[in-house]
């Protein structure tokens, strides 16, 4: 489950890393006409980001102090 977990976030914070630090979603959106929307991209993908880098330090604290039952 932990490594399932590490894989996610740290997916989804390459993936969103990408989004928002390289031009490469803007170019995306503009091209099937969604440029209207581009001005709220940073009001979904910082907190994306926030949320990706958490998963991976939650995955990562898991991997560190294992539960003991």
Known sequence: MDTRLLKIGALGTVVTAI????PVL?????????SWATGY??????PALVFFISIV???LWRRIHPRQS
Do not use: E, Q, S, Y
């Open 57 to 59: 330090g939650v995955a």
């Open 26 to 34: 803007v170019v995306l959106m503009g091209a099937i006409g969604l």
């Open 19 to 22: 989004c928002c630090f390289t």
């Open 41 to 46: 991209l940073d009001l979904v993908l910082l």
